[in-house]
């Protein structure tokens, strides 16, 4: 038996003139982005579709643009008769899944991930924090120069996103070391362009600030099964979903860990909704065998229908 997965990407992803394509040819798209603009309470979707760069790589702004074009492109393929068995979402991808899944209203998600992104900002001062992608070392390997980089401070992987790519993530200083002894232990280290150390034990302000708005919201069951980032399992309860949400700001991404479950499970088509294709390089680290789509526009629209013809 064969499954789909919905992938939904997170910060990272953005551009500018993303989504715009999708609301143009779909009224459904256009109207999630205006139930964005009426949310917050300025045209986040000119931001989305215009730019300017700087002001889409704020990460209040980030976050909120990114889920609407998630939103959007997933409501296009449902639309067009596209249904997941399944559904995932890398970092702030993971209030995509939830809103697709039906456990998380779209406008209460766009308000929490824009709420979410100025904690996450204010979290750290910028400059104190930083961000690497170390590759080509395995994950153990990771953590072990991770512990031996921290000399007291705070060094931790961030992302599992696929065998020899690991994000990390902690104070700048500890950060740099790490880089360095991946360099010097045949890995390759990236210093990613981020504000913030994400998904760190320096984002437990942020965390315990967020739980507070989180109670608040009104979750509800969830019509598809979501394998979640901080445990890599799947999850159908509104308290579950509003929990590893609460967890997931301060813990890392177990994404890895995540597509291997849905692999084993027998999805065999992946289907990233939204900006980019880093989700999709993702996959085909782990199986290239399996049908790969990113559907940002409407001729990725038209690919993944046509693939579920084949």
Known sequence: MTATAFLF????SQYPGMGRLLAEAYPVAAATFHDADQ????????????GPEEELQRTANTQPAVLAVDVAAARVLMEQGLRPDYVAGHSLGEYAALVIAGGLDFKDAIRTVRRRGELMQSAVPEGQGAMAAILGLDAEAVA????????GQVCSPANFNAPG??????????????VALA???QGRAVLLPVSAPFHCSLMLPAQEALEGDLWNTLFCELEIPLVNNVDAEPIEGAE????????Q???PVQWEKSMRWLLARGVTTFVEAGPGRVLSGLIKRLDRGKTVLAVD???GVQAALAAQVE
């Open 9 to 12: 990407p997170g910060q990272g």
């Open 249 to 251: 700001v301060a813990s």
């Open 165 to 178: 790519q690991t994000v990390i993530a902690g104070d700048a200083a500890a950060v740099q070391r790490a």
């Open 39 to 50: 949310a917050l309470g300025f045209p986040l979707s000119r931001l989305c579709f215009e």
């Open 297 to 299: 526009s409407p001729e």
């Open 183 to 185: 360099e010097a232990r």
């Open 144 to 151: 072990a120069l991770c512990a031996e980089a921290a000399q």
């Open 240 to 247: 579950e979903a509003r929990d590893a949400l609460i967890r």
